[in-house]
């Protein structure tokens, strides 16, 4: 056995849908609050691409980094949107999926005892992709104080010349916080500064509200767009979950690197999910903003619920499909006849009540205090009776 995949957790995640199928099985109807798929059908145009696809045979292998079509609509749709300019044939790589974009980019810019910086909280999926590359996570706790966006102070902290790359996450899964620009200028000084490589993890980026603008950090200046590896995916933005399609766009000698991999490890990505993200990335674009609006209203109805809690703090969001307030004025007590102690415990009994929501330490160990909400899944009418479930709980 591989010593070191013998050393990979499980998805703390896992453990809370293994407890909602057990639930679910004995007939406990369960509201999901916990879960980033979304409850959106595949639009129309989309599904028709693809059927046509496979109609017309298009069943067969590409090249191993994916059709030049799909990298010329990537290419253009991240012009069009940001002003981020790649050439297709050279910057571009499509991948399964952004969580296989990430994991090209890990294993390609880490080499055996190479330290990453992940900013916590996090996705759990960034420490483990840099331990099966052989790479060192290095955790940079952020404060709540601070928007959960890292100081200049926290990032040299974390600085030796062991450090090779950093991975950031905007908008934030799991805080639903939107970088601001001075975090992202302070990112990229301290990563030229100390020549660090850039993972920008950005499959988000359609979703901020309430005046709140992702800024890609390619964008900041030349030397960060050219240290930057941006990745996105068609899953969130098309509830096309399951087609398995990603891209990331960087340095040409990078992606070259990554190509390779990619040729030995998956070949190429399936060649009719590439023809239906070409429809979805150049088609119509209205089921994105609808779904967009319609997070919104789930979002602000979440919001304004859980604001009239007076033990829950911190709960606006900004981006992304998460909010991550803090519940610790509720360690000590008892809630529906259990001791409340950490975050866990609050979810426990939210969970053995009907709702379904993630501690916060599944982030990053130090977040005890908070916990995950997501509406990506939620109707509007479900978030409305786990607002009343949950305030009658806590009374």
């Known amino acids: 056995m591989n010593k070191t995949l013998s050393n990979i957790r499980i998805s703390p995640t896992n453990v809370i849908k293994e407890k909602i199928i057990?639930?679910?099985?004995?007939?406990?109807?369960?509201?999901?609050?916990?879960?980033?798929?979304?409850?959106?059908?595949?639009?129309?145009?989309?599904?028709?691409?693809t059927i046509k696809a496979i109609l017309d045979n298009?069943?067969?292998?590409?090249?191993?980094?994916?059709?030049?079509?799909?990298?010329?609509?990537?290419?253009?749709?991240?012009?069009?949107?940001?002003?981020?300019?790649?050439?297709?044939?050279?910057?571009?790589?499509?991948?399964?999926?952004?969580?296989?974009?990430?994991?090209?980019?890990?294993?390609?810019?880490?080499?055996?005892?190479?330290?990453?910086?992940?900013?916590a909280p996090y996705w759990e999926t960034y420490i483990e992709q840099v331990k099966i590359?052989?790479?060192?996570?290095?955790?940079?706790?952020?404060?709540?104080?601070?928007?959960?966006?890292?100081?200049?102070?926290?990032?040299?902290?974390?600085?030796?010349?062991?450090?090779?790359?950093?991975?950031?996450?905007?908008?934030?899964?799991p805080t639903g916080r939107v970088y601001s620009k001075k975090t992202l200028e302070i990112i990229a000084r301290v990563s030229k500064n100390s020549d660090l490589c850039i993972i920008s993890d950005e499959t988000?980026?359609?979703?901020?509200?309430?005046?709140?603008?992702?800024?890609?950090?390619?964008?900041?200046?030349?030397?960060?767009?050219e240290r930057t590896l941006t990745i996105g995916s068609v899953s969130k933005d098309y509830s096309m979950s399951g087609f398995r399609i990603g891209f990331v766009c960087g340095n040409a000698d990078t992606v070259r690197t990554m190509s390779m991999l990619q040729a030995q490890v998956t070949a190429n990505p399936v060649s009719f999910s590439q023809i239906a993200a070409i429809e979805a990335w150049s088609g119509d674009q209205k089921p994105l903003f609808e779904m967009r609006s319609e997070f919104y209203k789930r979002k602000s109805l979440l919001e304004k619920g859980l604001q009239n809690m007076s033990g829950i703090r911190n709960v606006l969001g900004q981006g992304a499909v998460f909010l991550f307030p803090n519940i610790s004025s509720y360690f000590g007590k008892m809630i529906a006849g259990k001791p409340i102690h950490c975050s866990q415990d609050f979810c426990d009994v939210l969970l053995e009540n009907g709702i379904a929501i993630v501690p916060g330490n599944y982030f990053g160990e130090m977040y005890i205090e908070n916990v995950r909400f997501?509406?990506?899944?939620?109707?509007?009418?479900?978030?409305?009776?786990?607002?009343?479930?949950?305030?009658?709980?806590?009374?």
């Open 58 to 119: 298009q069943t067969k292998y590409t090249t191993y980094s994916g059709i030049l079509e799909l990298k010329e609509t990537v290419c253009r749709m991240l012009y069009d949107k940001y002003k981020l300019s790649y050439n297709a044939s050279s910057n571009c790589l499509i991948s399964c999926g952004s969580k296989h974009a990430l994991f090209n980019s890990i294993f390609t810019l880490t080499d055996a005892g190479d330290e990453v910086l992940i900013i």
């Open 133 to 173: 590359a052989g790479g060192v996570p290095i955790i940079i706790e952020t404060q709540e104080s601070n928007n959960f966006e890292p100081t200049e102070e926290e990032l040299l902290n974390a600085i030796n010349p062991n450090t090779k790359t950093i991975i950031i996450n905007s908008p934030s899964n």
């Open 204 to 225: 988000m980026a359609n979703f901020t509200y309430g005046g709140h603008v992702h800024i890609p950090i390619a964008t900041l200046s030349k030397d960060a767009f």
């Open 374 to 395: 997501s509406y990506s899944c939620a109707t509007t009418e479900e978030i409305t009776k786990a607002v009343g479930m949950i305030k009658s709980l806590l009374q």
């Open 22 to 49: 057990n639930l679910e099985s004995r007939g406990k109807k369960i509201i999901r609050l916990d879960t980033i798929e979304t409850n959106f059908k595949t639009p129309q145009n989309v599904k028709d691409a």
